[in-house]
């Protein structure tokens, strides 16, 4: 972007999954003229709504959403491409004068949409096929060893479940020899495409746990067995990216006899937990965040008026 063009004005709402991003948001959006980028990986899916907290239709209504249903659930879609549909949707949204607000709890897809995403020659597709047949037939643990043992420093990043990230980090090492956290590196991560204020919602761990347990509690209630037992039915393989996500792999095990419903919903609310700590742990990491509590709306409308004003926020930053 020419360094003389104002870049874009842009917030950013984030923090750990069940800490109350979507109310806020869309709160902070009315309140400035705003319409909300999700930047959450699964709810780009279609037919997703109950596992991925989706926002309802009343709260789609109240504030415009967008990369909401974008995707069928069989659909490949990564960091890269969210950087380029979020952009473009940015670009659109400042050239109307609307405020961008981008909400989500997938840290990755922030920091591609903030600094762009780092190059790297198209892989062989041969040895992308190889490495998905052994996936299916060798299963995402073994293939997260293999990655553990050409690169550690990734592997520990990456869920051992999480096959489409472990597939993608080891198709760039076969076919460049080179390790894809060298490239994060290479690449810095350094410049940035818009203005940015970062805020990022916490509480209480004791707190934010119960709130997800409880969440697993009304997502039951509120139909996800069904919800993911029509996906079964639609087709959708239980081991595609999308259906191996916190929630969906637990009840389709269940659906399949491989664990009865007490335990799926117990290691259901377990791995969400852990995934919240981690989602925790890759936002405090990042120091121009700004930490508050999502109930301190006050505060944080008061934050974004000065920066839309152009006032310095990250003084001490």
Partial sequence: ????????????????????????????????????????????YKYMDIGTAKPDSKEQA????????????????DAAMFAQTA????????????????????????????????KVKPVDPGIRSKIKKD?????SRVLYERLYQCDPETAEKIHPNDTYRIIRALEIYESTGSRISKFHKQHGFSDEQFNVLKIGLGMEREKLYE????????MMEQGFE??????????????????????????????????DKQEALVTMKRDTRRYAKRQFTWFKADPRVIWTKPENLEDIELLIKKFLQGESIYINK
């Fill in 1 to 44: 972007m020419n360094a003389f063009i104002k870049k874009p004005d842009i917030i950013v709402i984030c923090g750990p999954t069940g800490v109350g991003k979507t109310s806020a948001a869309i709160s902070l959006a009315q309140k400035f003229n705003g319409e909300i980028i999700s930047s959450d990986s699964m709810q780009i």
């Fill in 62 to 77: 109240a504030v415009p959403h967008h990369l909401i249903d974008i995707k069928e659930p069989d659909e490949d879609f």
């Fill in 87 to 118: 952009y473009k949707k940015i670009m659109e949204l400042y050239d109307r004068g609307i405020t961008p607000f981008v909400a989500g709890g997938t840290g990755m897809y922030i920091k591609a949409l903030i600094h762009g995403i780092f």
């Fill in 135 to 139: 996936a299916e037939l060798l299963g």
């Fill in 211 to 218: 709130r997800i347990n409880q969440r697993v509690d009304i």
């Fill in 226 to 259: 069904h919800e993911v037992r029509d996906l079964l039915a639609k087709g959708y393989s239980p081991a595609l990216k999308s259906m191996q996500s916190i929630g969906y792999r637990h009840i389709a095990d269940f659906i399949y006899d491989k664990i």
